[in-house]
């Protein structure tokens, strides 16, 4: 089994920049690291959870959807299992719960379903 927990989450002005942390731990994380991804997912208060972006963890490919392609990085960093949902000139309508996820897929998942593993989440909120 895999865990994944967020953190990061907080205040945060139009403008501003976050970046939130995603760190990885268990018994079978050496598999998630040669052949895994870790996604990014939000949910709105009374919206569907919807994909922000992914990374595969041993080639670290990068994918974004077109809603935050060009303000949202996400990286890694190998030694501390962890991976960064860096997001830059944030908007009220990034205001949501993010959440990371595991899955043991070579490509990034886009379908939350595809993910194995799912952190508990941490608030964003963006003021105008």
């Known amino acids: 089994q895999v865990y994944v927990r967020e953190s990061g989450g907080g205040l945060a002005q139009a403008g501003d920049s976050l970046r939130l942390s995603c760190a990885a731990s268990?018994?079978?994380?050496?598999?998630?690291?040669?052949?895994?991804?870790v996604g990014w997912f939000r949910q709105a208060l009374g919206k569907a959870r919807e994909f922000v972006g992914g990374?595969?963890?041993?080639?670290?490919?990068?994918y974004y959807p077109d809603s935050v392609k060009g303000r949202f990085t996400i990286s890694k960093d190998n030694a501390r299992n962890t991976v960064y949902l860096q997001m830059n000139s944030l908007k009220p309508e990034d205001t949501a719960v993010y959440y990371c996820?595991?899955?043991?897929?070579?490509?990034?998942?886009?379908?939350?379903?595809?993910?194995?593993?799912w952190g508990q989440g941490t608030q964003v909120t963006v003021s105008s």
């Open positions: 990374i595969t963890w041993s080639e670290g490919s990068t």
């Open positions: 996820a595991a899955a043991l897929r070579g490509t990034v998942p886009v379908q939350w379903h595809s993910y194995d593993s």
């Open positions: 268990g018994r079978t994380l050496g598999q998630y690291r040669q052949g895994g991804s």
